[in-house]
């Protein structure tokens, strides 16, 4: 039985991941559980799983999900980053599923592999921000790294059973997201509501935002590239409108292997909890007769602006991962807010990365102060170079609900 902490229980994902381990109770048993300010539903949790100890963002929550617990067989409850790292490092624990949203879940994820604890990844940012450092940590423990993208996912399930001597690439496979055949023009006028609604994926609002606009895709290259030891020459990405497919290796013989599930991140999360075997987890199977087509197009490198600045990234590697993935938080919250337009995100992370100075990171405290520069600098120039335009969306916006 895998005993598990859920960082991030009330997201998308740690819901999932809760449902997985509460269909398979032989196997599964959760030790803890951390959310950030959804109360309610953590309480829901605790009731249903009964784990040791929570942690929650803030102290004066702690407080409150602490008087809505019983007085007796209550779990500890703890706040903060230092709660977040005690409930990944438990002695009892030996998985972590790593579903915190953003930058906040680096630490926490870094401290379990040193912990010596097996991660199942959601947290895309740990390895994107400090890949070359989780991964040696990891060696370093001798724990798995088990990816819970679909992409990832599929990529691990495509490489089992073969030499990696013989791999020749690996291709990510992506939706599109909303506006794939959208004019770029009509682009400037889309509105957050009109980017949280995916055609396929059902997942929380940055994941979403970094879908539509492909920086989800860049941020996997790189992803990929630490969590497989690839060059990033052997990673291409094709755009996938069915979602069937989730990735495939492409051997040197010319074989390609795939992996093709319906679009639920329910999949990925069960194999990464359940790894190496497959579990039930109740999904309706794949329809190919009603999937029909399945087709494949290169990326518009000119339309999803942000897949370009990642891959920049990715080559440039050192500190230029983290300021792209702090930049990226920042513009995606500004839009998601309403203070800048779609088509200015891109165009706020290219200056956030064109006035950073790349320098190498040799420890998590570096990463996260190249996160912390370029989430200054990005809300600095986001005040002072967009201003103007916020004042112009908020009045076009107005003049819309108008009409």
């Given at each position: 039985?895998?005993?598990?902490?859920?960082?991030g229980?009330?997201?998308?994902?740690?819901v999932?991941a809760?449902?997985?381990?509460?269909s398979?109770p032989?196997n599964f048993?959760?030790?803890a559980?951390?959310?950030?300010?959804?109360?309610d539903?953590l309480?829901?949790?605790i009731?249903?799983f009964?784990?040791?100890a929570?942690?929650?963002?803030?102290?004066?929550?702690?407080?409150e999900?602490?008087?809505?617990?019983?007085?007796?067989?209550?779990p500890?409850?703890?706040?903060?980053v230092?709660?977040?790292?005690?409930?990944?490092t438990?002695?009892?624990?030996?998985?972590?599923?790593?579903?915190?949203?953003?930058a906040?879940g680096?630490?926490?994820?870094?401290e379990?592999?040193k912990?010596?604890?097996?991660i199942a990844l959601?947290?895309k940012?740990?390895?994107?921000?400090?890949?070359?450092?989780?991964m040696a940590?990891a060696?370093k423990?001798?724990v798995?790294?088990?990816?819970?993208?679909?992409?990832?996912s599929?990529?691990?399930?495509s490489?089992?059973g073969?030499?990696?001597?013989?791999?020749?690439r690996?291709?990510?496979?992506?939706?599109g997201g909303?506006?794939?055949?959208m004019?770029?023009?009509?682009?400037r006028?889309?509105?957050?509501?009109?980017?949280?609604?995916?055609?396929?994926w059902?997942?929380?609002?940055?994941?979403?935002?970094d879908?539509?606009?492909?920086?989800?895709?860049?941020?996997?290259v790189i992803?990929?590239?630490?969590?497989?030891?690839?060059?990033?020459?052997q990673?291409?990405?094709?755009?996938?409108?069915q979602?069937?497919?989730?990735?495939?290796?492409?051997?040197?013989d010319?074989?390609i292997?795939?992996q093709?599930?319906?679009?639920?991140?329910?999949i990925p999360?069960?194999?990464?909890?359940?790894y190496?075997?497959?579990?039930?987890?109740?999904?309706?199977?794949?329809?190919l007769?009603?999937?029909?087509?399945?087709?494949?197009?290169?990326?518009?490198?000119?339309?999803?602006?942000?897949?370009?600045l990642?891959?920049k990234?990715?080559?440039e590697g050192?500190?230029?991962?983290?300021?792209?993935?702090?930049?990226?938080?920042?513009a995606v919250?500004?839009f998601?807010r309403?203070?800048?337009?779609?088509?200015d995100?891109?165009?706020l992370?290219?200056?956030?990365?064109?006035?950073?100075?790349?320098?190498?990171?040799?420890?998590?405290?570096?990463v996260?102060?190249?996160?912390?520069?370029?989430r200054?600098?990005?809300?600095?120039?986001?005040?002072s170079?967009f201003?103007?335009?916020?004042?112009?969306?908020?009045?076009?916006?107005?003049?819309?609900?108008?009409?």
């Open positions: 039985m895998k005993k598990i902490t859920i960082l229980s009330t997201g998308s994902i740690g999932r809760l449902k997985v381990a509460g398979n032989e048993k959760i030790v559980l951390s959310a950030g300010k959804n109360k539903l309480l829901s949790q009731e249903a009964r784990p040791a929570v942690a929650v963002s803030e102290e004066s929550l702690a407080i999900v602490k008087n809505c617990l019983p007085a007796s067989n209550a500890e409850v703890l706040f903060g230092e709660g977040f790292v005690r409930i990944a438990l002695e009892s624990v030996d998985t972590v599923v790593s579903a915190m949203t953003g906040a680096l630490v926490p994820t870094y379990a592999i912990a010596g604890k097996d959601a947290n940012e740990t390895i994107v921000m400090a890949g070359p450092l989780v940590e060696k423990r001798g798995s790294i088990l990816p819970i993208d679909s992409e990832h599929a990529i691990l399930q490489l089992k073969h030499s990696r001597e013989d791999l020749k690996v291709i990510l496979t992506a939706s909303p506006f794939r055949d004019p770029l023009d009509e682009m006028e889309v509105t957050a509501a009109q980017a949280l609604r995916h055609p396929n059902s997942m929380g609002p940055k994941i979403t935002i879908s539509a606009t492909m920086m989800n895709k860049g941020l996997e992803e990929a590239k630490w969590l497989f030891g690839l060059e990033i020459a990673i291409d990405i094709l755009i996938h409108p979602s069937i497919l989730h990735s495939m290796v492409e051997y040197k010319g074989s292997i795939g093709l599930g319906i679009p639920d991140m329910t999360i069960s194999y990464a909890l359940s190496p075997r497959h579990v039930s987890n109740g999904l309706s199977p794949l329809d007769e009603k999937v029909g087509n399945l087709s494949f197009e290169r990326p518009d490198m000119k339309r999803f602006r942000c897949l370009g990642a891959l990234a990715a080559a050192g500190s230029v991962p983290a300021v792209l993935n702090g930049a990226n938080e920042v919250d500004a998601l309403g203070d800048i337009g779609f088509l995100i891109p165009e992370i290219e200056k956030t990365m064109e006035a950073h100075n790349h320098h190498p990171v040799d420890a998590i405290e570096a996260m102060e190249a996160d912390r520069w370029a200054d600098t990005a809300v600095g120039i986001r005040n170079e201003g103007i335009r916020n004042s112009e969306l908020r009045v076009k916006k107005s003049v819309r609900r108008s009409i």
